[in-house]
Structure formats: structure tokens, C-alpha cells
């Protein structure tokens, strides 16, 4: 036993262990870690970037000893890849995604993604580089919708990025940063809806009344054709959807979600211009498309964009969008007495309640309801004298006020 040996014994500390990695002083400065690499004996792999202090350098290998040790360890040199490029590598792998889906995820990344963060590496993204990004675009005057569509775009490529391997954890990790809070989208009445279908071109009547009594969207209407409508029992089947791309093409596929794919009663009160557009302006043909153009081709998103517009000057409600029928729809649907969440999703076509839990918050006439409701339960119902007539309104004027 040495002198040295025996003088740390004598003193009871124990002998110093080797260390694990490397650490060295850079000329500039800074300070530089390597990893040994546990699938390849010798190689030392360099963090993804440098340190101010020895301290910061070596508490960095320690975080690589143990998660190399709990086998958790991620390669640093596989995030060596700029964003930009594995944004390419990730939509080409995408087969799930729509073509229209694809668009907007290609104009969020060129618009407000990759400007500003394309050439940094994805090892070199951190959360603090996120939240500074995400600061600027609304700083900007970037809209929060967009910005929080852009985040979760960034924050689902991280998520495959850490699946894959490439990087340890997902830099995204801003509470609430990817929730749009969209405002109160308005609502047309009763008498409204009756009003815009009558300011629109006489073919595009009944696209109007579809999509508020029957809460269709855009896509959907228009991908219709003559066969997807069951007169016998009062149904409109949808099955398609046609999507509409910026440079002018359209792709008709299946609707936006599984759950998209369902039929839709028919309300009795606009049956009868159902089977008036069908006699007056659809081809017999099974697969003959519902609402064409001038030509006879589909719709163009332009034609019917300035027939809304001129319509909605006509009524006096230049705020409404047309997805604001379908909206005004699924609000109606959500006041009927007894009408659940599932009956709403249903109805709408869609996959989650989040969506039709939106339709059931309380409002003031869905309030007179329940009030309503409740003196039934307080009184018995005034019963109708035998032979008394009752009378039936009118299939249309009736349900107008309805």
C-alpha cells in the first residue's frame, strides 16, 4: 500500500472513483461533456451543446449515467437533425393525414414554424426557445388560434421525435399553450336561417337549410348526390366530403372523422324542398352531385362564397359564417327537450362529447325549458276534453317559430 493510500485511509475518506465521461475546458471558454456510447466500446459522444461551468458540464454527465443506467439513455448526436428537415421526414411518413390536412400543416410550418425556428437542431430546442417563439408570433399580431394550431403541430413532431429516439423529452411543455379559445361564434334565428335561404340563388336554396337544420358542414353538403338521400324514411346519408386546396383543386374523400359517416333525419318542415331541388335541379342519375355549379360541375368555393355574402348583406348579418348555420343547428338540436350528448354527437358527426358539450351550456331558452319542465312536475298536466279538436300547425309556418 502506498503513502497516499494509507494517509486517506488513516483519515477515513474514502478514495476518489473515476470518473464517468469526459469534461474538458474549450479555448473559448466554455465547457464541453462527452458520453461514452454503450453500443459502440470507445466512443465518446458529445453533448448537444456547451457549458458555462465545469459544475453544469459534469451534473449533465451525471443525468447520462443514470439514465443509461435505468436504460433510458438517448443517443445526443441522433437530434443533430435541423427542424426543418425532420418537418419533411415526419409529413412524408404522415400516410393518416388528409391532403387538406397536409396543406395546412405545410403553410403553418413555412408561416410561423420554420422562419424562426428551421436550422436550430432538434437536441438544441428547449422549452425556454419555445416559449420565446410562441411569445413573438402573438407579439406579432399572429392570431392565437394559429399560434396554438402551430404549437401543437410543433409539439406532435416532438412526440414522435422522442418515440423515434431523437431527443430525450418533448420541448413543448407550455400549460395551455396549444387550447384555441375561440369566441362565441354567432347564432342566426329561426326566421334568419328561412330569410338567408331565400336572399341565396334558387340552387343554392337548399344548401342553406341542410346545413342548419340537418348541422351538416360545407364539405359534406356539397359531396352529396342524388342517391344519398332516402325519401322513404326521411334520411340524408353522409359518406364524403369534398376539400378544396389553395391552388384552386378539390379532393372528394371521406368526411373529417370516422364518426363523420351517418345518416341525418331529415325535419319533416323542409321535406317538401328537398324533393323540389331534386326534381328542378339534380340530374336523375344515382350519382348525379346535388348542387353543382352553372355548368354543371361542383361548386366552387368563390360561386358560393359571393352568393352567402350578397345573402347575408340581404338579412342583415354580415357576422355570420356559413359553418355558423351548422353551428346554429347543433344549438337548436342541444334545446330539445331530452336530447343527450350521444344523441348530439350523432347527429353531428363527431368522434368526441367535448364537442357536443359545448351545445348543452345553459342558456336562457334552454332555461325557460327546464322551468318549464319543472312545473309539470309540480302540477298535473291539464287534460284535453274528449271530442275536443286539436289542432295541427302548418308543416312549414308552424315550425318557423318553433
Not at 317538401?272 to 355548368?295: C, I, N, Q, R
Amino acid at each position: 500500500m502506498t503513502q497516499k493510500s494509507q494517509r486517506i485511509k488513516r483519515r477515513g475518506r474514502p478514495a476518489r472513483r473515476m470518473r464517468w465521461g469526459r469534461v474538458r475546458e474549450l479555448p473559448s471558454g466554455r465547457w464541453q461533456a462527452r458520453v461514452p456510447d454503450p453500443t459502440r466500446l470507445g466512443r465518446l459522444v458529445p453533448a448537444p451543446q456547451t457549458f458555462a461551468t465545469r459544475v453544469d458540464a459534469e451534473r449533465w454527465l451525471a443525468e447520462q449515467e443514470t439514465d443509461q443506467a435505468r436504460g433510458a439513455w438517448v443517443d445526443p448526436s441522433a437530434g443533430r437533425i435541423t427542424l426543418k428537415s425532420y418537418s419533411e421526414d415526419w409529413l412524408a411518413h404522415r400516410p393518416d393525414l388528409r391532403l387538406r390536412t397536409i396543406e395546412l400543416y405545410e403553410g403553418l410550418l413555412d408561416r410561423q414554424i420554420l422562419p424562426t425556428l428551421g436550422e436550430v437542431e432538434l437536441s438544441r430546442l428547449t422549452t425556454a426557445r419555445v416559449r420565446t417563439w410562441r411569445a413573438r408570433l402573438l407579439k406579432q399580431g399572429t392570431g392565437a388560434s394559429t399560434v396554438a394550431k402551430a404549437y401543437r403541430l410543433l409539439r406532435a413532431m416532438f412526440n414522435t421525435a422522442v418515440a423515434d429516439e431523437l431527443v430525450v423529452k418533448n420541448p413543448c411543455r407550455i400549460d395551455g399553450a396549444g387550447v384555441e379559445k375561440a369566441p362565441e361564434r354567432p347564432v342566426a334565428t329561426i326566421a334568419e336561417v328561412e330569410a338567408l335561404a331565400d336572399a341565396m340563388p334558387l340552387r343554392f336554396r337548399l344548401l342553406i337549410l341542410l346545413a342548419a337544420w340537418c348541422t351538416a358542414r360545407r364539405g359534406e353538403l356539397l359531396a352529396l348526390q342524388r342517391s344519398d338521400f332516402d325519401l322513404l324514411h326521411d334520411r340524408v346519408q353522409i359518406n364524403k366530403a369534398v376539400a378544396y386546396f389553395e391552388d384552386g383543386t378539390f379532393e372528394i374523400g371521406n368526411p373529417k372523422t370516422d364518426a363523420g359517416r351517418r345518416q341525418i333525419a331529415i325535419p319533416p318542415h323542409i321535406l317538401p324542398d328537398v324533393v323540389a331541388h331534386l326534381e328542378a335541379w339534380v340530374s336523375p342519375e344515382p350519382d348525379a352531385y346535388v348542387f353543382t355549379g352553372m355548368k354543371g360541375g361542383l361548386v366552387r368555393p368563390a360561386v358560393l362564397q359571393t352568393a352567402w355574402n350578397k345573402a347575408r348583406i340581404a338579412v342583415g348579418r354580415t357576422d355570420l359564417h356559413f359553418h355558423d348555420l351548422r353551428h346554429t343547428g347543433n344549438t337548436l338540436a342541444a334545446a330539445v327537450p331530452g336530447t343527450s350528448t350521444k344523441d348530439l354527437m350523432a347527429r353531428m358527426g363527431q368522434s368526441s362529447s367535448r364537442a357536443a358539450l359545448l351545445y348543452q351550456h345553459a342558456s336562457s331558452d334552454r332555461d325557460a325549458i327546464i322551468a318549464a319542465a319543472l312545473s309539470k312536475l309540480a302540477r298535473p298536466a291539464k287534460v284535453t276534453p274528449i271530442g275536443a279538436k286539436r289542432t295541427r300547425r302548418g308543416a312549414r309556418g308552424g315550425h318557423g317559430d318553433s
